[in-house]
Each structure stands twice: as structure tokens, then as C-alpha cells.
């Protein structure tokens, strides 16, 4: 979450704007149009749960009437008197029974299952066992008796009257042959007039006439439909390969034969209208599965299309926010390049002012600032430069050059009188070196002047040190022409005298080097004195020292003078190691002002 906050806080104002916009418009736009798809979706579903109902109601009312027709027609036979009659009587003259049921009663069930097609087959069961043998379609009652299906329609119906569920239709019971047509029966018992037991009727009517409105394209197109008996088997549906599989293999949990409901669920993963509308007349429930995607699909495609056209907009506002915010900013973006000019140390700089709005007026005063302090930098520049010079010109002026000279030359003549050579070089070397010192008051000199002054002193100190050290220098002549400010080197080569060779107390070595290095002039006094540690290095560059001790002081000193003239367009280093020694290198620009 930080880090989301700081990508933030550093982005572009232009970049802010744009997810602004879509934070204030875009996001609550999404989940508004998220929410009313929820609402609408749920709505049609509700409204879907309810048709699919009406629709299966409809396709249980169509089921009633069909059976109502088979029921119907059982009764015609059941209630017809001589028929009846003619089952019960038991003819001397078989053959007369015979051509009665040819002209008579074979007419009326051929115009039965003439006028009704859905009727696969009709079947009397006899007491009567002459009849059943010689006519077809009857049967002797005895077959029955060791029929599981009738056997179970005897024990759940004792009214003898009623539907059996799906199953293969037989053309001859007794002999249990099937012809594979799947079918449903209603039998009923048939009683004489005097209510005399004569046998059983049973009407088998094709299943898939029957449930013939199971397959209505509607429906079809909208999900399953199937009707499930009542151990949970599939005895018909719109989909041929479920049948008499358990409703569980649909996907279909914790279902209740018999129950009515209408929900909403799970079904193999995708989430489908459930309802199931019992039909107590056949022992059946009618069960059926209506994903949910096929009532809701056009909202899906809708919120599709919505969200193309949102995201499209959404880009284009973006693009037009982005482009508007960069053309009010443009002013701004100067204004922060001009202060990037000016950290960088370019206080030279202006932005134009074309208005006088809020971003005309920070211009202005923007301009205003940097004008001021430019000239104030200007001011304390030159005061600094003043101060340096006045301080140098004192430092010089408590010397009299005359007296100075006058008195070197005296030194010089008596030495000479009386025949010493030493004498006589130190005080030249001491007349040379001043000469050189003061330089008629200027601060500036060239690099063979500063060698010559550092030569002078130097020559001083082995006279005064007895040879204690040699002096090794390491000059690239093309250096001579430069100038830089002078008694550079004079300093440094105290310091490795007094504070390196000295306490060794023993012979050493100082190297004066001298050479350019691309625009710079590099400087460098290397002795192999006694060394520093790391912490007196340090406290020597940072100009902690005390006056006192010397030590370090003639460092601070030249570090000054380096600022002063130099500003920031200088380097100094020192290197050093107890023991070993020390290197002061120090690196100028070719090119100041003299």
C-alpha cells in the first residue's frame, strides 16, 4: 500500500488528473452498472423460475388429459353392459362366441385404437379361461399373478385401478416377450353386472406420446425436462440418454420425489433453475433443469456492449483530460525547469509571462526571486574576493619591501667580507624568496614563479637542516606559462619539513611535482616522513586545527585562498600513512582571472 502511495505522489500532475477521473467517474459508473446487471439479473431469473413453471404446469395439465382420455376409454369398455355380459357368459357354441365377438365387440376396440393413436395396445385379463384361448388379446387372469408390475399396482392400489410406471410393452404376457416399446399402463378390474369378478383391462399407451409435449422446442431450447418416477428413475424426458438413469446423474443433489419447489442451484457446476411439479395421478414428478445463461445471456451480451462503450469513452476522456491537464501545465513545467536551471547553479534564468493568472503571477514573482538573488551572490562574491585581498595586502604590508631588501643585501655584503658562502646564499635565497612573496601586492603568479619561490625556501632549509633532507622535483615545463595564486606550494613543503622529516630524524626525501592533466593544473608535495593517521587527515581537511600547534594550519590556510579564488572549480587531497608518509595533491583550473 506504501509503495502504490508513493508511485502515486510521484507520478505526473497529468497522470493524477486522469486517475482521479476515473477514481470520481469511472469507478462508481462500473459498479453502479455491475449493480443494476445484478438487479436485472436476478429480476429475469425470478421471471424465468416463473414461466418455466407456468410452462411445466401447462405440460402436467397436458399429461392429466391425456390420461383422462385413456381413463376415459377404459370406462367405455368397464361400463359397457353387454360387453360385459358377453365376457361373463359362457356359450354352449363356442363358434357362436366367437362370430359375436367378430361382428360385435372386435369392431368397438379396433375404432378404439383407430381414434386414438397414443394407445400401443389393449389387453383383457379372464376368469373366463375358453375366451382367452381363442381370441386374441385376451389372456387368462393367472398370468397376472406372477407379474411383478401387476403385483405391485395390487399392493399400492387397492381401489384396482390406476397407472403403472415405464416399461417394455408385452405382446404376450405369459410368455414374456417384449417388442421393446416403451410404455405406460392403466388397468382396471372388470365386474359383471352383479358385480361378479371377471378379470382385468389394461390400455398400454406409448411413452413418448404420452409425454409427447416433453419435446416442444420452447423448452427444449430453454433446458431439460424429464419425469422421474418414484425411485428417483428417469422414465422420460427431452434427452433419450438419461432414461431410466437416476435423476442424480443430471447433476441434480438432494432431490425429493413427490416434492414440489422452485430454485435456484447448482447443477454440474453452472447454476440452473430447478423446479419439480409432482403428478400424483401416475406417481411421477416432473423435474426440470433451466441454466440460468440461457434467461440471462442478452444481459450478458448488453453488459458486454456496455462495457465496451464505457471503456471506450473512458479512453477518450482519459486521452482529453491528459492532453487539457499537459496544455494547463505547460506553464508549469517551464517554471520547474527554470528552478532546475537554478539548483543546478544557473541563477541567470527568466520565464516568460504571457498571462497574469495564477500562472503568470508565479512566473513573475519566480522572476523576481532569482533577479534578487543573483544579484545578491553577485554582491557577496565580490565583497569575499575584497575582504581576501584587503586581508593579504595587510598581511604583506607589515613587511617594508625596503628595509627588507636593504637589510638582505647588508647580510649579503658582510658575508661575503668575510668570506661566507653559506651566509651569502641564504640571504639571497631569503631576498629571492620575499621578492617573490610580494610581487609588487598581486595574489596571482605563474607556476615557474611559485617553483622558484618553493626552490628559494627550500634551499633555505638545508642550510639551516644540515643536508637533513633532499628535495627531488618532478616539473612538466609546458606548466610554466599558467597562472595560479601564489606561496602555494611554499605551505605544503613547510609541512612536510617541519612535520614529516623533522620528527623522523633521520635523512629524507621531498618530491615537488607539477603537471596538467587534461584543464587542470595538478600540484603535489610527497615526503616520506612520519605519516598521519586517518583521523588527523581528516581533521586537517576539515580545517580543525590549532593555531597553536602549526600543525595543519598551513593547509587551512591554502584551502582558503584555493576557495577564494577558485570557488568550487578546485580539488584537494591528502594521502598518508603512519610510518610511510604523506602526498598533499591539489588540482586547479589552467585558466582564472589575474
Not at 505522489?9 to 486522469?18: H, L, N, P
Request: one cysteine or more; aromatic letters at 10%.
Amino acid at each position: 500500500m506504501k509503495r502504490l502511495i508513493r508511485y502515486f505522489s510521484d507520478i505526473s500532475v497529468s497522470w493524477k488528473f486522469v486517475l482521479a477521473y476515473f477514481s470520481i467517474l469511472i469507478i462508481p459508473v462500473i459498479l453502479a452498472g455491475f449493480y443494476l446487471y445484478y438487479q436485472v439479473s436476478e429480476s429475469t431469473i425470478a421471471q424465468a423460475s416463473l414461466v418455466m413453471e407456468q410452462n411445466l404446469l401447462q405440460t402436467k395439465a397436458s399429461i392429466l388429459q391425456n390420461e383422462k382420455v385413456i381413463e376415459n376409454i377404459s370406462g367405455i369398455l368397464a361400463l359397457n353392459s353387454d360387453f360385459m355380459n358377453f365376457l361373463e357368459y359362457e356359450y354352449p357354441d363356442l363358434n357362436k362366441k366367437i362370430e359375436e365377438y367378430q361382428f360385435s365387440y372386435s369392431p368397438l376396440i379396433e375404432n378404439i385404437l383407430i381414434q386414438n393413436n397414443s394407445i400401443h395396445s389393449i389387453r383383457i385379463y379372464l376368469e373366463n379361461i375358453i375366451i382367452s384361448e381363442m381370441l386374441n388379446s385376451y389372456y387368462s387372469i393367472t398370468v397376472t399373478k406372477s407379474s411383478e408390475r401387476f403385483l405391485e399396482m395390487a399392493r399400492d392400489k387397492p381401489q384396482k385401478k390406476g397407472w403403472v410406471s415405464s416399461h417394455s410393452a408385452k405382446t404376450h404376457v405369459f410368455r414374456n416377450i417384449a417388442d421393446n416399446t416403451q410404455v405406460f399402463s392403466y388397468n382396471r378390474e372388470l365386474f359383471s353386472q352383479r358385480q361378479k369378478y371377471l378379470g382385468m383391462l389394461e390400455i398400454e399407451v406409448r411413452e413418448e406420446v404420452l409425454f409427447s409435449m416433453l419435446r416442444d422446442p420452447v423448452i427444449n431450447e430453454m433446458g431439460n425436462v424429464f419425469i422421474v418416477d418414484a425411485e428417483n428413475k428417469i422414465v422420460s424426458g427431452n434427452i433419450p440418454e438419461y432414461y431410466l438413469a437416476d435423476i442424480s446423474e443430471t447433476g441434480l443433489k438432494n432431490f425429493q420425489a413427490g416434492s414440489r419447489k422452485r430454485t435456484v442451484e447448482k447443477v454440474n457446476g453452472t447454476e440452473a433453475i430447478v423446479i419439480t411439479i409432482p403428478v400424483e395421478q401416475i406417481d411421477c414428478t416432473i423435474v426440470g433443469i433451466f441454466p440460468v445463461k440461457n434467461f440471462n445471456g442478452e444481459i450478458r451480451k448488453s453488459l458486454k456492449d456496455i462495457i465496451v462503450v464505457l471503456t471506450a469513452s473512458s479512453v477518450v476522456l482519459g486521452v482529453i483530460i491528459y492532453f487539457t491537464t499537459n496544455m494547463l501545465l505547460r506553464r508549469v513545467k517551464r517554471l520547474v525547469s527554470a528552478m532546475n536551471k537554478v539548483r543546478d547553479g544557473n541563477l541567470n534564468v527568466s520565464v516568460p509571462v504571457k498571462s497574469m493568472d495564477e500562472f503568470g503571477v508565479l512566473a513573475l514573482n519566480f522572476n523576481r526571486m532569482t533577479q534578487q538573488i543573483y544579484e545578491l551572490v553577485e554582491t557577496v562574491y565580490k565583497t569575499q574576493l575584497m575582504e581576501r585581498e584587503a586581508e593579504l595586502k595587510a598581511l604583506e604590508a607589515q613587511i617594508n619591501p625596503h628595509f627588507l631588501y636593504n637589510t638582505l643585501a647588508t647580510i649579503s655584503w658582510v658575508a661575503r667580507r668575510e668570506k661566507a658562502p653559506e651566509v651569502v646564499r641564504m640571504a639571497n635565497s631569503l631576498a629571492k624568496f620575499y621578492r617573490l612573496v610580494l610581487s609588487k601586492g598581486g595574489t596571482v603568479i605563474t607556476v615557474e614563479e611559485e617553483l622558484e619561490m618553493v626552490k628559494s625556501y627550500l634551499e633555505i632549509q638545508k642550510i639551516r637542516f644540515d643536508d637533513l633532507f633532499d628535495v627531488v622535483y618532478r616539473i612538466d615545463e609546458r606548466a610554466y606559462k599558467y597562472n595560479i595564486v601564489k606561496n602555494i606550494l611554499q605551505p605544503l613543503a613547510e609541512n612536510s619539513l617541519t612535520h614529516g622529516i623533522e620528527p623522523k630524524r633521520y635523512h629524507g626525501t621531498i618530491i615537488i611535482y607539477v603537471g596538467l592533466t587534461g584543464d587542470k593544473i595538478c600540484l603535489k608535495v610527497i615526503d616520506d616522513g612520519v605519516g598521519m593517521n586517518a583521523e588527523t587527515v581528516k581533521k586537517v581537511m576539515q580545517g580543525k586545527v590549532e593555531r597553536s600547534k602549526g600543525s595543519g594550519y598551513a593547509v587551512k590556510n591554502v584551502l582558503q585562498r584555493l576557495k577564494a579564488y577558485y570557488g568550487d572549480d578546485f580539488s584537494v587531497n591528502i594521502f598518508s600513512k603512519p610510518g610511510i608518509g604523506t602526498t598533499v595533491a591539489i588540482e586547479v583550473s589552467k585558466d582564472i582571472k589575474s
